[in-house]
């Protein structure tokens, strides 16, 4: 795995720019990052970052808040004593305003929802004085722009414990959902940032493997939240951008079949939420109709 900042290091080193943010040609190589990093999260529908939201069903409204990040519903359900219920959405704007014309009956549960742009999605019925329960929102995320650098230091990792503790004051709540690391080739793994709880200690979401450690050197990044396998991409779409403006064709198609390849794998294998099933080879049986007696006909 990659953080951002070193994936836009290694366009710099292919291209030859400057690696300064006074820059424009690595602002620009970071823009086209963040771009390729959108095409590929595109191509196999975000199903990586799928995220989800709930609120409190309120009586009488219909509205609903929908995140800054949001792009589109995957779905939306109600839950209620337990119960999950899906609801059906609402074609267009006009059967929505059809709908709302005719006053609903009284209802427990809410049967359809209408998202009214990036903002807001709205119920129907709205909730009866007797409702109680959730209304919860799957959906796909927009791709957060990636601009703090990385952070380095060192820090005390224990096996085991999802505490990473900093004698410094280097930890802020902009990295919950980075990626931390150490680099003094303890434990090669690469753990999501969870919760920062001060500037000087943050919680991990799954358990250090490595060695216990007072004074391990580490690494805290954003990462592009996609399989590893692919981060060189985003660094030869930038890199393919970089020659293309500069009328060299002949790098520019290099560097965009480099990209389009690894894309057009990533597709291939994670278009899909599961992965696909190994069936082994079974003795097929086979079933004789014949030795079934005929049934009576009557009429």
């Not at 070193?6 to 424009?24: E, K």
């Not at 199903?47 to 949001?70: C, S």
């Not at 014309?101 to 742009?117: D, E, L, N, R, S």
């Not at 802020?172 to 920062?196: A, C, E, L, P, R």
Request: hydrophobic share 40%.
């Amino acid at each position: 795995m990659i953080t951002f900042n070193q994936i836009v290091s290694r366009v710099a080193d292919i291209t030859g720019i400057t690696a300064s943010t006074t820059s424009q040609d690595y602002l620009n190589a970071k823009q086209d990052v963040m771009q390729g990093l959108k095409l590929f999260k595109n191509a196999a529908r975000r199903y990586w970052t799928r995220k989800q939201i709930a609120a409190n069903l309120v009586t009488g409204q219909q509205d609903y808040q929908l995140p800054a990040d949001f792009v589109r519903a995957t779905e939306v359900t109600i839950t209620s004593n337990g119960i999950v219920y899906p609801l059906v959405e609402v074609p267009s704007e006009h059967i929505w305003n059809e709908l709302n014309v005719i006053p609903a009956v009284t209802i427990y549960i809410p049967t359809k929802f209408f998202v009214k742009g990036n903002n807001v999605v709205s119920i129907w019925p709205a909730p009866s004085s007797g409702s109680t329960g959730s209304i919860n929102i799957s959906y796909e995320p927009r791709t957060v722009d990636f601009t703090l650098p990385d952070v380095t230091g060192t820090a005390t990792v224990a096996n085991g414990s999802v505490n990473i503790t900093d004698a410094g004051t280097s930890f802020t709540q902009s990295m919950v959902g980075w990626y931390f690391t150490v680099t003094d080739g303890t434990d090669g793994n690469w753990y999501q940032v969870s919760t920062v709880l001060t500037n000087s200690t943050l919680q991990l979401t799954n358990f250090y493997q490595g060695l216990s450690e007072g004074s391990a050197s580490y690494l805290i990044g954003a990462c592009p939240d996609i399989p590893e396998d692919y981060h060189m991409g985003l660094v030869y779409y930038a890199a393919y951008n970089f020659f293309l403006k500069r009328k060299d064709m002949a790098q520019a198609e290099q560097y965009l079949g480099m990209f389009e390849q690894l894309r057009d794998e990533y597709m291939e294998t994670y278009a899909n939420k599961t992965t696909g099933v190994i069936f082994t080879k079974q003795a097929a049986e086979v079933y004789s109709v014949f030795g079934i007696p005929p049934f009576n006909l009557t009429g």
